[in-house]
Each structure stands twice: as structure tokens, then as C-alpha cells.
């Protein structure tokens, strides 16, 4: 339930929730079971990006990818994660956190394989210039600059 608040505050719950990804097929399977609600842009945030963000038991909350200019970070508010990186799996719950800097090319994703919905907030900031590397798949994701559309790793996009 909605609660009544004037700005700067914010209801979470006001916001409207965006499911599954904007991926091409054939990736978008395992990200079906997320939905975001953007934070930030209803604050007016325009430096960096805040989403609160659902994932049902199965879902990821992305392919796994690393950004060439922009951080992550991520904070878990219920259930539990598995976040998964080169390094392998490690389970996070509720009140932990992970940071994923900036052209370190760990490909990293989050996986709900608890039979639970688990929530958590991921910021990052905006940089034009990001390209998303996936490691696992043949997906590229070029900078804003560069018209920020869906391509294989050769460069053609997808459609």
C-alpha cells in the first residue's frame, strides 16, 4: 500500500514497476522474473541511477557484464542472492552488499535460487561513455555516444 508523502520523499511502491529486460532473444529468458522500479528518475536524479529491484525465485537480474566506465553497487533489502562473478558463487542476504568498479572486467549477475522473491537496491551512475562487455554470450552493449544499441561481439546489431 501506497504510503502519502510530498517530495523529496518518495514511496517506493508509486513508482511503476518495469518487467524482464530490454535483452534481443535469445537472452532474455532468465531475466524475465525482475522487475525495476527506477528511483531515481522519479527523484529527478540525473548523475546517477537508483533501482529498487525484485527478483522472483529463477530470475537473474542480468546476463552476467561488466561496465567499462561505470560502478556498481548493489544492497540487499530481503531474501537472499547469489551473486556470481569469475570467481564463483557466494550467497548474500539481507543487509549485504557488493561493489563492482569500473573496467574491471569481472563479469558479474545476481541469481534468485531460493524459492523465495528477494529485493535489492542497485546504483550506479550514468556515464555516456559505458560499453557493457558480456562475457558468457555473444552480446555488446556500446557506449551512449555510440547510439546504445544491442550488438554481437563482431558489432552488428541485433534487431
Same mark, same amino acid.
Given at each position: 500500500?501506497?504510503?502519502? *508523502? ?69 544492497? *540487499? ?6 551473486? *556470481? ?5 557466494? *550467497? ?68
Amino acid at each position: 500500500m501506497a504510503r502519502d *508523502v510530498q517530495p523529496p520523499a518518495l514511496d517506493p511502491l508509486s513508482v511503476a514497476s518495469r518487467q524482464g529486460s530490454s535483452y534481443p532473444e535469445p537472452f532474455k529468458g532468465p531475466v524475465e522474473g525482475r522487475s525495476k522500479r527506477s528511483l531515481g528518475e522519479a527523484l529527478g536524479l540525473t548523475n546517477y541511477g537508483v533501482n529498487h529491484v525484485r527478483l522472483e525465485p529463477g530470475a537473474w537480474s542480468a546476463q552476467r557484464h561488466w561496465h567499462s566506465h561505470e560502478d556498481e553497487f548493489v544492497y *540487499v533489502l530481503e531474501g537472499e542472492i547469489t551473486l *556470481v562473478t569469475e570467481q564463483g558463487e557466494q *550467497v548474500l542476504a539481507a543487509g549485504m552488499a557488493a561493489g563492482f568498479p569500473a573496467s574491471v572486467a569481472d563479469g558479474h549477475h545476481l541469481a534468485n535460487k531460493s524459492d523465495r522473491p528477494a529485493a535489492y537496491l542497485e546504483i550506479g551512475d550514468r556515464s555516456l561513455d559505458d560499453e557493457v562487455h558480456y562475457p558468457d554470450i555473444d552480446l555488446f552493449l556500446p557506449s551512449r555516444r555510440n547510439g546504445q544499441v544491442f550488438a554481437d561481439k563482431k558489432g552488428t546489431p541485433y534487431r
